[in-house]
């Protein structure tokens, strides 16, 4: 079956721009986050989605960093008047409900902000 | 809170020895623990997980990893290092967490390890 898809692939930017990152999880998968990762590091956690609502977002930075999941499916990440130390690989994963279950990946999203 | 230490940013090892790749956690609850590999311009893939019913985890491609509780250790290794296993790998802990008596596995990473196999 399909996995997790991220678009674009590929983000750049001007500082102070507005930019949206897609997230398509696994039909099916409840449970859907976002991580940053950043070069030369391990992804950090930003938030976390069960169903429509933010359960956790307690990794965002700051209040320029939103998310959406409006329909429990599809996840936008959203970022306001982007600085150059947004510059990251953004990762969608999703999986079922809990805490030992697989995370599954997508490929990310590369955001330079110039 | 929990956290991951990976000992060595990078390893190198000849094709066909011994892969050894360390990770140590903390963590104030019994933990799950996960190997995910990342192969270059592509996503984060699992290796293999632990979620306490075993200590001896067998993944794929050859991999396995050892929970230790004692030591607080979840290390990775595999026999037989093959080119195919040049990439990067991060030992992650799923913490739980959620309100209303939901449960649900934020995961933090390590530093990851690049590993590199030289013929």
């Known amino acids: 079956g399909a996995g997790v898809s991220q678009t674009p692939s590929n983000k750049v930017t001007e500082k102070g721009k507005y930019v949206e990152l897609r997230c398509d999880p696994i039909s099916g998968h409840t449970a859907l986050y976002w991580y940053r990762q950043s070069l030369g590091q391990g992804p950090e956690f930003l938030i976390y989605f069960q169903g429509t609502g933010a359960a956790d977002d307690s990794g965002l930075p700051n209040d320029r960093f939103f998310a959406v999941r409006p329909e429990g499916s599809v996840s936008t990440l959203k970022i306001q008047r982007t600085e150059r130390g947004d510059s990251a690989v953004y990762l969608c994963a999703s999986s079922l409900t809990g805490p030992s279950y697989e995370q599954y990946f997508g490929p990310g999203t590369r955001l330079t902000v110039t | 809170a929990q956290s991951v230490t990976q000992l060595g940013s990078h390893v190198s090892v000849s094709e066909g020895a011994l892969v050894l790749l360390r990770c140590n956690y903390s963590s104030s609850v019994p933990p799950y623990l996960f190997w995910y590999v990342q192969y270059p311009n592509q996503g984060l893939q699992l290796l293999l997980k632990?979620?306490?019913?075993?200590?001896l985890v067998k993944g794929i491609n050859g991999f396995e990893a050892e929970f230790k509780k004692s030591e607080t250790s979840f290390h990775l290794t595999k026999p037989s290092a093959h080119m195919s296993d040049a990439a990067e790998y991060f030992c992650a802990v799923s913490s739980t967490g959620g309100a209303g008596g939901t449960s649900y596995g934020k995961l933090t990473f390590g530093q990851g390890t690049i590993l590199t196999v030289h013929p």
């Open positions: 632990y979620t306490s019913a075993a200590t």
